[in-house]
């Protein structure tokens, strides 16, 4: 019973172990022992000589032998193939060491495992054995399952888990340990320890959750997080039982707790890709849609929305052929079906999208099919970019080649482009027009292929040229066209686009006709448009270059100035067309009368001068100055009237005068003044005496604008007598300047002087307002039913408003206009013939009368005086003078008289000097006379004097 007992122990895997020494048997004298012969163990009793010595009955069974045959056989001989085994060592051990041992072993011969207890015994030792073959296979099954468990575990990241309410011991598997990341030691321990590796966050929860599921004693599932030592977080599955008794007493609780880390980490990666593919699909900075086969958007991003105007899930409700415009689509659905059909893995395109608002934006379209694993197509995914802005710059860019194009064709020049080979890559309207050739005909042609050889050669040089030039040239030249000579115009340019070779941008003109025009415009620049004479500019180009040239020769250079005498007089009388015509005829006398070589210049008017060049002696000058002056003397025909005239030549001389050709022409110009002084018709040398006088003359103009200022001017009056009665019917006013350094001047000293100068208008001005002062004054006193003459001057018939200035002053003294004649010169009138006859109108319409002063010393017609509203004609006194004598004046005067007064004209005789005049003048009718014979010009003081003399002047 003991040893039975002893086989109840736990299996103890170890090899062997000691028997207690109560077990030392003598079993030498044991020939039959019916207790060893009942046991279902077997046993066997070796000596020392591995003899059997016993063998019962179960023992002898399992040998296959009886225990009479077995006895006395040694063990070995019986079981040779065990001489190295454990059991053998194990007898072996005992025997010699008399030792018990207790061992498991398998039994090779027997192919079985047996538990044995050896004793030592006197006489050897004595082995109880049994069969343990199905316990150690059934052991072996749960190892190995439980080998399968751990590793299932292991490989699913499961531990297990058993907590005893009762110990509240907390009993892990070793996986639970390694997903907690405990040491294998730790797995047993209490609750509160196991906590400590919670996330703090999760641990009252969980903690919450089992303690509910305690109480109300249901299983539990949850999930939480764990720190490992290192620092990481791992997430944990748990589902956990409550196990209860019969009397429903909690027994234990237990379950298994999971790694679900990687589950979790990839759902989080999954989500996070998630997220990542709407903040892409949202944000991005292009249109993006999931299109399903059928073309209908299942998603489109808000860009591609926001590009068509709409919401992404008004677009979710539209397909793509609905908003493609009509054009686009047909080849977009090609594109779709290659997709579909496997031919192309993706396209791209450009196409227009209809806009929510009505028009069409451009976009760029980058579409793929998604399939799934089996191939099968799923659905497009679309990449749209906004491209109108890109579209409109296209178009711009276009209509900007457009414009360029059309402005370079408008252009009337031939416009080229030429490759490195001078073969046309563009020309424009106007070349292909020139070259007679199409422009798209010329494109790749070569000058040698469309110009004759000659042109192409010359053509070509200057292309050179243009290369040579530093990659610009711009000259003319001369080509055969058509046979004739022409000059062209050619810019050329060498272009250096990038990644190109270099071009050749040109244009030509030709500029024949420019040419001429240029030489017409310089011709015109040079030369008196009237005469074709040199002008000032081209005499002082040439006076000049005639200087410079005497310096180095040692040479004369003489200057001729000279005018008409007396000009006026005839430009007046015949008009300006007989003028122009006059001064032609002198031009081309001069041309007769000069050499080649000299110049004949016109510098304006009346004034010409003649430059003789290369001269030694002064005499060369005489002899040109005389034959002028003979040429120029011979009578001509104007308006079919013969004229005389004469000119006064002015001499200057280089290098005895001035040296430069300003000063030589203004010496010229003082010595032909002192020619005409002197009587004209003749020629004087400039000295240096003549700038003196010119000098004078500048001086007078400066006293006479001081006269002006400082109110100098005086005023005398000479009566107009009437020839019937004798009678004061009115009086000339006559300027004198009183001069505080010569006294009172006449007008003959200063008149000329102020009319060079314009001074005479400020002066006339002058008169006329304070000769209608003293008129006014005289009314005031009684003396009444005069009428004053006032002198003008052809200058206020000028631009100075002459008919305001009469208005003012009559306004400002109250005299009447019927009390105020205006006299005019004949040859002033015909200054500017149009505004003289304008003013007269204008001064008459006033009630202001006008007469014709010094009539019969110029050329007007009775005729055009007829046109204008004059009153009165002054016969010139130098008529009156000889009146007694000469028959030609007598009768010029009298039919003047008589014509006048045919005319409705009254007729004033100037210069009534002697009673014979008188005479004449009574005789004939002649209603008024002035003259020293009734009284000389008077200062107003002793006119007044003398009109309150009431005296009458005798007629005979
Ligand atoms: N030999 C001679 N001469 C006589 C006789 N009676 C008068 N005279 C002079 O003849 C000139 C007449 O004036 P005029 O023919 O209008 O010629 C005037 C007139 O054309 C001009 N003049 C005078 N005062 C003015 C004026 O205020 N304005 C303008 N624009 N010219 C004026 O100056 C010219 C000369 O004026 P005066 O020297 O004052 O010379 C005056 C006068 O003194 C005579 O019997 N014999």
Redesign the pocket.
């Known amino acids: 019973m003991e040893a039975r007992s002893m086989y109840r122990t736990p299996p103890d895997f170890s090899m062997k172990k000691e028997i207690p020494a109560a077990a030392d048997l003598q079993l030498a004298h044991i020939a039959y022992d019916p207790v060893l012969e009942c046991m279902t163990d077997g046993f066997v009793a070796l000596d020392f000589q591995w003899r059997f010595i016993y063998v019962n009955q179960h023992a002898a069974h399992l040998i296959g032998a009886t225990p009479a045959l077995l006895i006395g056989k040694k063990f070995l001989d019986c079981f040779p193939e065990v001489s190295n085994t454990e059991f053998y060592k194990a007898y072996e051990t005992a025997m010699q060491e008399r030792v018990s041992m207790h061992i498991e072993e398998y039994f090779v011969p027997w192919k079985r495992w047996f538990e044995k207890y050896i004793y030592p015994t006197s006489d050897g030792i004595a082995i109880f054995f049994h069969d343990i073959t199905e316990r150690r296979t059934a052991e072996e099954k749960l190892r190995r399952s439980q080998i399968r468990l751990s590793e299932t575990q292991r490989l699913a990241n499961i531990g297990h888990w058993e907590w005893d309410p009762v110990t509240e011991k907390l009993i892990c598997s070793q996986e639970l340990c390694q997903i907690f990341g405990l040491e294998p030691i730790e797995h047993v321990g209490d609750l509160s320890s196991f906590l400590s590796n919670v996330h703090p966050e999760d641990r009252s929860r969980i903690n919450d959750i089992r303690c509910n599921a305690l109480h109300e004693k249901m299983p539990w599932e949850m999930e939480y997080r764990i720190i490992h030592q290192d620092g990481s977080t791992r997430y944990i599955h748990e589902r956990g039982v409550v196990e209860t008794g019969t009397e429903g007493k909690t027994t234990r609780l237990f379950g298994y707790a999971q790694d679900i880390s990687s589950l979790r980490l990839a759902e989080q990666a999954l989500s996070e890709s998630e997220d990542l593919f709407r903040s892409v699909f949202e944000q991005a900075a292009v249109g993006i849609t999931l299109t399903r086969l059928d073309g209908s958007y299942a998603m489109a991003n808000h860009k591609f929305a926001e590009l068509l105007g709409y919401t992404p899930e008004e677009l979710c409700d539209l397909d793509f052929q609905s908003i493609t415009h009509p054009d686009d689509l047909g080849p977009d659905m090609v594109q779709v079906n290659r997709l579909l059909n496997g031919q192309s893995k993706t396209y791209s395109m450009e196409k227009r999208y209809l806009h929510k608002n009505g028009s069409y934006v451009w976009n760029n379209l980058t579409v793929s099919l998604r399939r799934d694993k089996s191939g099968k197509p799923l659905h497009f995914i679309a990449v749209m970019e906004d491209i109108t802005d890109k579209k409109q710059a296209e178009r711009e860019l276009i209509q900007q080649q457009q414009l360029t194009e059309f402005i370079i064709d408008s252009l009337p020049l031939n416009v080229f482009l030429k490759d490195e080979n001078g073969r046309y890559l563009m020309i424009n309207e106007e070349a292909a027009r020139t070259a007679g050739i199409s422009k798209a005909g010329a494109i790749g042609k070569s000058d040698f292929d469309i110009f004759p050889e000659e042109t192409a050669k010359t053509i070509l040089e200057d292309d050179r040229y243009a290369l040579a030039s530093n990659d610009h040239s711009l000259r003319e030249v001369p080509i055969i066209s058509h046979g004739k000579e022409r000059i062209v115009l050619a810019g050329k340019r060498t272009v250096h686009l990038q990644n190109s070779p270099a071009m050749q941008l040109g244009f030509s003109i030709d500029i024949t006709d420019r040419k001429q025009n240029e030489l017409r415009i310089q011709y015109l620049a040079t030369h008196d448009a009237l005469t074709g004479l040199p002008n000032r500019n081209l005499l002082q180009d040439r006076l000049e270059h005639a200087i410079s040239m005497a310096h180095r020769s040692q040479h004369m250079v003489a200057v001729l100035f000279f005018d008409i005498d007396r000009f006026k007089l005839i430009n007046d009388s015949f008009g300006h067309k007989a003028g122009d015509e006059f001064l032609q005829i002198m031009a081309s006398r001069l041309r007769q009368v000069t050499q080649s070589g000299d110049t004949a210049a016109r510098l304006g008017g009346d004034e010409f001068v003649v430059l003789l060049e290369g001269i030694s002696s002064n005499e060369e000058v005489v002899h040109t100055a005389e034959k002028i002056l003979a040429c120029l003397h011979e009578p001509l025909t104007l308006n079919q009237q013969e004229l005389v005239v004469s000119v006064s030549i002015g001499i200057s001389v280089y290098p005895n005068d001035h040296q430069n050709a300003e000063t030589l022409l203004k010496d010229a110009d003082i010595a032909m003044y002192h020619a005409k002084v002197g009587g004209g018709n003749n020629f004087r040398f400039y000295d240096s005496e003549m700038n003196t006088l010119a000098f004078q003359r500048l001086t007078t103009e400066n006293r006479l604008r001081k006269a002006l200022e400082l109110d100098q001017v005086v005023?005398?009056f000479?009566p107009l007598v009437d020839l019937k009665t004798g009678q004061i019917k009115g009086m000339?006013?006559?300027?004198?300047w009183n001069d505080p350094a010569n006294g009172l001047v006449?007008?003959?000293q200063f008149?000329s002087v102020a009319e060079e100068t314009g001074l005479?208008v400020g002066?006339?001005n002058r008169?006329l307002q304070e000769a209608c002062r003293q008129c006014r004054r005289w009314h005031d006193k009684g003396l009444t039913g005069l009428q004053l003459s006032?002198?003008?001057?052809a200058q206020q018939l000028g631009p100075y408003n002459l008919v305001r200035t009469v208005k003012e002053i009559l306004i400002e003294t109250g005299m009447p206009p019927s009390s105020l004649k205006l006299?005019i010169?004949e040859s002033e009138l015909m200054d500017d013939v149009d505004r003289a006859k304008r003013t007269l109108h204008e001064l008459s319409a006033m009630g202001v009368e006008i007469a014709i002063?010094?009539f019969g010393t110029g050329y007007s017609s009775l005729s055009y005086l007829k046109t204008l509203p004059i009153d009165t004609l002054?016969v010139?006194?130098s008529f009156v003078r000889d009146l007694a004598t000469d028959e030609d004046d007598a009768a010029i005067v009298g039919a003047t008289i008589g014509m006048a007064h045919h005319m409705g004209l009254k007729v004033v005789a100037?210069?009534?000097?002697t009673p014979s005049q008188l005479d004449f003048l009574t005789g004939h009718q002649c209603d008024l006379g002035?003259?020293?014979?009734f009284s000389?010009?008077l200062p107003a003081d002793a006119m007044e004097s003398l009109l309150q003399s009431g005296r009458l002047f005798p007629m005979h």
């Open positions: 005023l005398y000479q000339e006013v006559l300027m004198r006449g007008p003959d008149l005479i002066l006339s008169v006032v002198n003008l001057s006299e010169t002063d010094d002054k010139d006194r100037e210069g009534v000097e002035q003259g020293y014979y000389p010009p």
